[in-house]
């Protein structure tokens, strides 16, 4: 089955310095969605990138998808202690229910990101 | 606009003990519905999926079982509750058709302890 690999598991950095976190998809993907979960809470959609090479942006959040749509980044500029939290992809794949396909998302492990004021 | 709940929000069970948890969603209809569980610092793991009522998969086998009596209602049950059964569970929708293409919500979650 399809498999979303996210790295890295973790990242420190002091507030100020950049981030970054990579997810690669062992299949295409038709597209790939974007979450936040901050510490207790539950995830919270970000962004969504459907097209090969897209490139969005959202204030400091910079996300990319792939030419080949099976990896994806998400970088974030002068990182803040708001940014702290565990940040997910997720490919879409198919669900097969009734005889039609539905939406399924495949999430990456996640990587917890954990700003030092 | 659309609000999702779950509840209890926090549970502590012993092992062999019965579990249900409620998910309900507001302000939609014919919501696709997901139940997920979450390991402490791991990713989600899709347990069911329900693209109507009484329609129920499992992608995954395992001790738990899920149930949709009425169109914003999804409850994730167990019999016997095991160890492994701890975890945060996270109830999602997403707007019915091709939701490969619409954003999860996701409720708070219940955070269940087995011990």
């Known amino acids: 089955g399809q498999q979303v690999m996210q790295i890295p598991q973790y990242q420190h950095v002091q507030e100020g310095e950049d981030f970054t976190t990579y997810c690669n998809s062992s299949t295409t993907l038709s597209n790939i969605q974007w979450y936040k979960q901050r510490p207790g809470g539950h995830p919270v959609f970000l962004i969504q990138l459907v097209k090969s090479g897209e490139v969005k942006k959202q204030k400091r959040l910079t996300f990319q998808f792939g030419e080949a749509k099976k990896n994806s980044s998400l970088h974030i500029t002068a990182t803040q202690t708001t940014d702290v939290g565990t940040y997910f992809c997720?490919?879409?794949?198919?669900?097969?229910?009734?005889?039609?396909?539905?939406?399924?998302?495949?999430f990456g492990q996640g990587t917890i990101l954990t700003v030092h004021p | 606009s659309q609000t999702i709940h779950q509840w209890p929000a926090t549970l502590v069970q012993p092992v062999g003990s019965p579990l249900s948890l409620e998910c309900t969603v507001e302000?939609?209809?014919?919501?696709?519905l997901y139940w997920y569980r979450q390991a402490a610092g791991r990713g989600l793991q899709l347990l069911f999926y329900s693209v109507g009522i009484g329609q129920i998969s499992s992608e995954v086998p395992q001790n738990l079982s899920a149930s949709r009596p009425q169109d914003r209602q999804f409850i994730l049950s167990s019999k016997k509750l095991l160890l492994s059964d701890s975890g945060f569970y996270l109830c999602?929708?997403?707007?019915?058709?091709?939701?490969?293409?619409?954003?999860?919500?996701f409720g708070p979650g219940t955070r269940l302890t087995v011990l």
């Open positions: 302000g939609t209809s014919n919501p696709n």
């Open positions: 999602a929708w997403t707007r019915t058709g091709m939701s490969s293409y619409n954003e999860q919500f």
């Open positions: 997720a490919g879409s794949g198919f669900l097969h229910a009734g005889g039609t396909s539905y939406g399924k998302l495949t």
